[in-house]
Every structure is written in C-alpha cells, then in structure tokens.
C-alpha cells in the first residue's frame, strides 16, 4: 500500500465493497495524515466486528497494531464530540462528498426519455 494516497480513495473503496482489509487501509491512511479522529471510528468498525473479514487472526492482529499506533500518537481517551463537532457526521458527509466526486448519481432512465422528460410539463391531458 502507498503510504501517501489519498483517503478519498481507501473511502470510495470502502463504500462500494466494505471489508476489513479495506478499512485497516483506510485507517493506516488517516493515522499517517494525522487525521486521529476518523481513524479511530474507522478503526472502531473492525474492533466491534461491524465489517466482513473483522474476525479474521490476520484483520484482529493489524487492528490491535493499528490501535496501539494511535493510541502512541494521542494522548487521552479520543472524544466523539469535541467542541460541538460531531466527527462522525462530519466523516460520513466526507464519504458521500467523495462518493459524489468519483461517482455522480446517475438517472436510471434511458438517455431517449431523459430527452423528452423536459416536455413532459408541456403536454396536455
């Protein structure tokens, strides 16, 4: 894995085949930016057993090395409300803002009707 890419990347991932091998990447990513935060609620999905692969020996021991890292790295216990920031909506807006860049909503409509939909306010009953 490439310490320096971007977490936009590991997120978009995640969101579209969700793991723990993925997020253990994602939780690597944002510990080496210093984003201790998202990391740790990343880092919480696997611990708790929320993602496929979390109970896997090989998983459980990067998380427990992961975690020890970010507790070297932050001093005190990590609050989930800081100062009236709520981290974890703050996180999610930031998947579905990645998920929008990389993946525009689509219309599930063909392009012949998305052609005549705009007419269809002008059509008389």
């Given amino acids: 894995m490439e310490e320096n890419a971007s977490p936009n990347l590991f997120i978009t991932y995640q ?3 969700p793991d723990a091998n993925k997020a253990l990447n994602l939780c690597h990513c944002l510990i080496k930016l210093a984003r ?14 929320n993602l496929p692969g979390s109970d896997d020996p090989k998983s459980r021991n990067r998380a427990e090395e992961l975690s020890s890292e970010l507790e070297s790295m932050q001093p005190g ?9 709520n981290w974890e909506d703050d996180f999610v807006e930031a998947l579905e803002r990645a998920l929008n860049e990389l993946a525009p909503a689509r219309s599930r409509r063909l392009p012949s009707f998305e052609e005549i939909s705009q007419f269809r306010d002008q059509l008389a009953c």
């Fill in 77 to 85: 216990p990590l609050p989930s409300n800081l100062l009236g920031l």
């Fill in 15 to 17: 969101m579209i085949d």
């Fill in 36 to 49: 201790y935060q998202e990391s740790h609620l990343v880092l919480q999905d696997v611990l708790q057993y």
